[in-house]
């Protein structure tokens, strides 16, 4: 049995997290959702997770900090950014600071999971992929 | 259950690919006003990188599938547009053709592509290096005067004339400047650089994290991938249409007087319905005035 994977999730949007968490508990992720990014990093602060799904655009503290701050705090974390402002000079600048992918939204959870197998994949725990069915949303 | 095993097995292979897109590299993108300087750096590139080359061999490849001369596609990438040269119906779906089939080998990675116009059809793309060329113009003058034994001072003229018919070609073509520098993530002098210098040079820079492909470039170059596969079917029939897909969902726009409109829609989905990678077809129609103004004068 593999082992679960932690998964922090970011985004000021409410449905986001809502609609995420229990796609990814399905291919075996423990999610902590957040909608505020100051309360995300305090979290992070405290707790070094597997992977970081962060959206960009957001009041205060941006998706880019957010990624920052996770690079220097735990290099091994695999951070995802999402973003409905997707952009070729913006997805460069992510993949230059150290995100492990960039997601332009909308996307499906399925799009997300397999981001999050891949990182998993990288990371030398790999889930358990196929126990979920793929395009169940 | 032959149908279960066989959408198990598609699954297993959906989550390789999945997994091996993880070590998708990125793609190198290379123009000159020199073709043949151009044609040996992007050689040496992809022999540096261990990565295809991809020029204007392809042409090729198109001529054989869509049963034309290959000196006619040449045309159409080189060749201005004009009164006597090539109808521009023509030249868009010839350069139609190849945009399919360029995109179609960018999917694969791994490619050094040179010479066919591609930095005009991948904006956008994040994992694309795209790299511009550029000679000296003295050495330019000097090297057409000496090949084609006439005055500097008409190779400079022949060099503007190109010039300017390089902007025109981009533009009636792809709507964009093609000689726009911001088009390009490096220029680079050719006379400032020795060759074997410049092949390191981009090699070292297309290693950079931010030309690493990621989902969302990937999903760029599989949409207009797409796009340029359902435009080259639709070409034939609907020289005016332009496309787009996002996903599996591809829009179709085209113009139609009012009577003809669901004729053309009908006719439009039937066709884009049947290609692989569509899951949904959306058609929008612009009245044709002008046909619509003559119809009305009948």
Known sequence: ?137 | MSCVYSERRSKRHQQVVILQRGKAMSIVLISSDSYEEGSEIAGKTAEALGYAYLGREILNMVATRYDIPQDKLLKALDESPSIFGMPAKIRHRYLAYIEEAVLARLLEDNVVCYGLAAHLYVLGVSHVLKVGLISAREERIKRISSRAGISEAKAGKLISREEKRQRQRSLEAFRIDGTDPSFYDMIIRLSNIDPDDLVKTITEIVGYRKFKPMTYSIKCLTDRELAARVRAVLLAGFPDVRVQANGGMVVVETTAIKREEAKRVAAIKKLADGISGVSRVEVHVINDIFRQAAESFR
């Open chain 1, 1 to 137: 049995m593999p082992e679960r994977l932690e998964v922090l999730l970011l985004d000021d949007e409410p449905i986001v997290g809502k609609r995420l968490k229990p796609a990814l508990a399905k291919i075996g992720c423990d999610v902590e959702v957040f909608e505020n990014p100051r309360e995300a990093l305090k979290r992070i602060e405290e707790k070094n997770f597997d992977v970081v799904v962060t959206d960009i655009r957001m009041d205060e503290v941006d998706g880019i900090q957010v990624l920052e701050y996770v690079r220097k705090k735990s290099p091994r974390t695999k951070v995802i950014l999402i973003t409905g402002y997707a952009m070729m000079a913006l997805a460069r600048k992510a993949m230059e600071k150290g995100a492990f992918d960039f997601i332009a939204k909308p996307f499906q959870p399925d799009d997300l999971r397999k981001v999050i197998a891949k990182a998993a994949h990288a990371l030398g725990s790999p889930l358990n992929f196929e126990a979920v069915e793929i395009n169940d949303e």
